[in-house]
């Protein structure tokens, strides 16, 4: 029988990986909470519906990159593909709607058929916040102050760049696409074979092409910003004024656009270049239309989703948490071996890791004790358990010290 694989694209998470993915986790929680978030879980799959209607039939994420089946009921349903989409249809479902403003975040994996490189995964875990309900600037300024808060937490503050745009109101993006359409339809030709299929169906997202022909195409193309309406200039304009009274490093790209289809006004993408291909780290936007299209009421809404697996290449592990030091049992004969467990939970009800070490001789155990970093090794023996009594060995010191069975109640607290 050959031997079993994991599937192309999805990862086994453990050791040092694990470790930094929970310390990821635990920041932008900890952050999340200061900034007033409360936890949501979505589940795993929704109704395909959720994610056509939300992201755009023909954003890569629906249009190629779905895991979509039909369950045994004959439902069409769909690994989730990212979390906005799940939270937008909980908001409405859940009848979330009288709760206005409702700041929202969460964890876990996301799935999306993409061709797998570094960084690139088919399963992925995102950490993301929404903010629904506020439509004032200040509500992105905010999102933005999170994101930058948890980059810095985690070291990498001087690793990445803000990149923002926007992408204006509704009428400002239909001007837009209008006029950029006009603009392409005579290269059309020349267009990428992607870009000539966006060119009717999501025009906008040709101007973050990566072709190297359609940039050289794009060079004299009306930009986003001559069909701004006045109103959003401002919102985006007073941001910007914000952001650099915080002190949140970014430049203003132009090009950026992003891939899903809900976006308004403003979009951002922390970016790095210590990752290859895969830049992007930290994501989001504006997304004022988008309960709406799911059947809600008008919610507006602002929010990002960061890659944790992204993240976690960039973390230098000399962050994360230490790990407490073990205290060791080591039984010296069978008798020692009756009592271990029993010992062990006494010294673990004291808060403490504790580790029984039973294979191979004394000098193994001790050997082992060292390289587990024990803070005291416990050596339980039937000469002192006769007397009641067991020797600690402070492993700092090598200072060692017999006490009675029932003193090791209190001796670790
Ligand atoms: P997104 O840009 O599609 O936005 O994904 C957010 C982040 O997830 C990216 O910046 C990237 O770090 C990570 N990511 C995406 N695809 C992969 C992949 N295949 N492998 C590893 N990491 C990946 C969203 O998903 C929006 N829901 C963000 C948002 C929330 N906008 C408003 N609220």
Known sequence: MSKLQKVRGTRDLYGLEKQKFRFIESAAFGQAQRFGYSEIETPIFEFSEVFHRSLGETSDAVSKETYTFSDRGGDSLTLRPEGTAGVARAFISEGMTQELPLKLYYYGPMFRYERPQKGRYRQFYQIGVENLGPSTYLADVESLQLAWSFLKQLGLKDSCILEINTLGDVDSRTKYRERLVEYLLPLQSQLSLDSQTRLLKNPLRILDSKDANDQKLLEGAPT??????????????????????????????????????????????????????????????????????????????????????????????????????????????????????????????????????????????????????????????????????????????????????PALKDFFK
């Open 224 to 405: 986003l910003k001559e069909s701004l309406s006045e109103e959003s200039r401002v919102f985006f304009d007073s941001i910007i004024k914000h952001l650099t009274k915080l002190n949140i490093p970014f430049v203003v790209n132009e090009k950026l656009v992003r891939g899903l289809d809900y976006y308004c006004h403003t979009v951002f993408e922390f970016t790095t270049t210590l990752l290859g291909a895969q830049s992007a780290i930290l994501s989001g936007g504006r997304y004022d239309g988008l309960i709406e299209t799911l059947g809600g009421p008008k919610t507006p809404g602002v929010g990002w989703a960061a890659g944790v697996d992204r993240l976690a290449d960039l973390v230098n592990e000399s962050l994360l948490p230490h790990r407490p030091a073990p205290i060791c049992i080591l039984p010296a004969d069978e008798k020692g071996e009756e009592l271990c467990s029993a010992v062990a939970q006494v010294v673990r009800e004291q808060n403490h890791t504790v580790e029984i070490l039973t294979s191979g001789n004394f000098g193994k155990k001790m050997k082992r004790a060292d390289k587990l970093h024990a803070s005291h090794v416990i050596i339980l023996g039937e000469t002192e358990l006769k007397e009641n009594k067991l020797v600690i060995k402070d492993m700092k010191t090598s200072e060692q010290k017999e006490i009675s069975l």
